[in-house]
């Protein structure tokens, strides 16, 4: 064959070579485009659909809330909720036209079936509340068969999820493998088109062709091994290899976009795990330390281009005091007044630096001219101040993209709701422990510290005193000056016994006009001298009640000590009969118990 027909005919196959490796690029290029279709369908159709399941239980607990307090500011939250549901179900509607398949639809359909019925059950709860029948409300709201479409519409969400997933997932996994098939057909023409140049055409195609395909087979390798990061090489021929090379950037700019997407997706997936997590910690929490552990703990990571402070307000010294803080901020102060914080004064987030003209909180301490990127967000529950949560941009993380803002108004009113949930379970606790009247423990929190050492007394050595007091004639002075002034001389004599211990906690209203006061590492004689102390400064209280003097205030003290007189579980009974022995020797005086004294006297028998 003549020389000018073999180099024709491999001009001829070269070019063939060359568009089926172009158009085989070009493929694969369309297989990542439809994968990356799937993936933006899935989502929109997240996004269509991410906020049913919030409102859904936003809703049902807003109206448990309302029914439970009465309060209407839960009201209004429910109706607001119950607006943005609606929004939320004429987006779905439209659902369809996003890609969804029938099964999804027919899900989703269900869910929001069952949300509809939840709702109904909400208003028509309320509606009874209002009503006045709370009883039947509660019997709605709280009832196993509420309880069962609630749990039942979360599921069906949750479900349309899982579909909406697999079926994504098989879509990109069959677009990947058209993707990966493709390209390799396309590396098997460039080598075959490359070892032709080589053999037949090197003379003529060496430069322009030979040195092209084998920079590109290296990009291509790369890029099916997802290597997005491979710079291409500068190709600027308006021939086949111009084409394949402007299919391969393509390919790259898709592969990179669909990277991006994947990387905020699961950024976005990381931090909606992070903030739940610490929303359970969170209410999890029984004290202000392990509240303040958790806020500590998480908040580096849910905002690590940020330092911050948490503070909480302090009602006796109407000032906000730090209780934590983390990544060592430097601008703002530990401790100041509310009207000092423009987020405080606004009940608004206040960010000076965010854009346009506005001033800086008080409590930040600047230079000259200096406005640094802050972040002040108000923790308020049912319009209470709780706190302030304050955030500022580190300087050596100037470059670092920001949590977004709506993510930490979440987290603020979260820590809002735990801070209250707190305060409210402190303030129970107080309620049941507490004797209302007189602001001493009361019986049930007397027996819970007799527990905390029954339980502390491994080894038998505890040295334990208890004083058991009885207000003299007290039934008498009742029926003489009233029950009103009876409380007061129950509270008069409270604060003797306050003042009287190194512990007020240790001093307790045991029932009716009878006290108790517990003295750890007293021995019976030092516990027989303070009782004393006690008996005398009780006797010379004036006690006045409606501009009328009461007479004198006297008790019977009995004093028993372990392990001199009892052991700890008869230490009560042996200084209540004590007690009963000086009521029987005339009122007005301390008895100490006898050994082992184990006489104790009925109530009835008191003076």
């Not at 390799?184 to 040195?211: D, N, P, Q, S, W």
């Not at 940020?306 to 307000?313: D, E, I, K, P």
């Not at 207000?471 to 008069?492: P, Y």
């Not at 700890?568 to 301390?590: E, F, H, I, N, P």
Request: glycine share 6%; hydrophobic share 40%; proline share 3%.
């Amino acid at each position: 064959m003549r020389l000018a027909t073999i180099t024709n005919a491999a001009y001829g196959a070269t070019v063939a070579l060359t568009v089926v490796s172009g158009v085989m690029m070009l493929l694969a290029s369309n297989a990542h485009d439809r994968e990356r279709a799937a993936v933006e369908q899935r989502y929109q159709l997240d996004k269509a659909t991410s906020r049913l399941g919030i409102d859904i239980y936003a809703m049902s607990e807003n109206a448990r809330q309302y029914v439970n307090t009465g309060d209407e500011t839960y009201a209004i939250v429910y109706r607001r909720d119950e607006e943005e549901l609606a929004s939320v179900e004429r987006r779905i509607e439209h659902i369809g036209e996003a890609g969804a398949s029938r099964a999804e639809l027919a899900t989703l359909a269900e869910a929001i079936r069952w949300a509809d019925s939840l709702h109904d059950e909400q208003v028509e709860a309320m509606a009874a509340y209002r009503q006045g029948d709370e009883e039947r409300a509660r019997r709605i709201l709280f009832g196993p068969e509420y309880e069962r479409e609630l749990n039942r519409a979360e599921v069906l969400v949750q479900r349309f999820q899982d579909l909406l997933d697999a079926r994504i997932a098989r879509v990109v996994e069959d677009a990947a493998a058209v993707a990966a098939t493709w390209k390799l057909l396309a590396e098997i023409v460039l080598a075959v088109t490359g070892l032709l140049f080589l053999c037949v055409l090197y003379f003529v195609f060496k430069r322009r062709v030979l040195h092209p395909v084998v920079r590109l087979s290296d990009v291509v390798s790369r890029l099916a091994e997802e290597d997005y990061a491979t710079e291409l090489p500068e190709v600027n021929q308006i021939d086949e290899i111009g084409d394949m090379a402007k299919a391969i950037r393509v390919f790259r700019e898709n592969g990179l976009a669909r990277q991006r997407l994947q990387a905020e997706r699961d950024a976005d997936t990381t931090l909606r795990e992070l903030l739940s997590r610490m929303t359970q910690r969170m209410q999890s929490c029984d004290t202000l330390e392990d509240f303040k552990d958790v806020v500590r703990r998480f908040l580096p990571e849910i905002d690590p281009g940020r330092a911050g402070r948490l503070y909480l307000f302090d009602e006796h010294r109407n000032a906000m005091v730090e209780a934590c803080t983390w990544q060592e901020p430097v601008h703002s102060q530990g401790e100041f007044a509310p009207s000092a914080c423009w987020a405080l004064r606004r009940g608004l987030p206040h960010r000076p630096a965010s854009g346009g003209v506005d001033v800086p909180c008080q409590h930040l301490a600047l230079a000259e001219g200096q406005l640094p990127d802050t972040l002040c967000l108000p923790l308020m529950a049912q319009n209470e101040t709780l706190g302030l949560l304050y955030l500022e941009v580190r300087a050596d993380q100037a470059g670092v993209v920001p949590t977004p803002e709506n993510y930490i108004d979440m987290l603020a009113e979260n820590i809002s709701l735990s801070l209250a949930n707190i305060k409210l379970r402190d303030a129970l606790r107080s309620l049941a422990l507490h004797d209302p009247l007189t602001g001493l423990p009361n019986r049930r929190n007397f027996e819970r510290v007799m527990e905390g050492f029954r339980a502390g007394q491994a080894d038998g050595s505890t040295q334990l005193s208890c004083l058991m007091l009885d207000v003299d004639h007290f039934k008498n002075l009742n029926d003489r000056f009233g029950h009103a002034a009876g409380d007061e001389v129950l509270r008069e004599l409270a604060g003797v016994l306050q003042e009287a211990t190194r512990e007020p906690e240790f001093a307790f209203r045991y029932g009716g006009e009878e006290f108790g006061v517990l003295l750890p590492d007293l021995t019976c004689e030092q516990a027989a001298i303070r009782a004393e102390e006690i008996r005398s400064r009780i006797s010379d209280l004036d006690v006045q009640h409606a501009g009328k003097m009461l007479g004198k205030v006297t008790v019977s003290v009995g004093v028993a000590s372990v392990p001199q007189h009892c052991d700890l579980s008869r230490l009560v009974q042996t200084a209540d009969a004590a007690m009963y022995r000086a009521k029987k020797s005339g009122r007005d005086c301390v008895e100490v118990a006898r050994i082992r004294e184990e006489g104790l006297q009925l109530r009835s028998q008191r003076g």
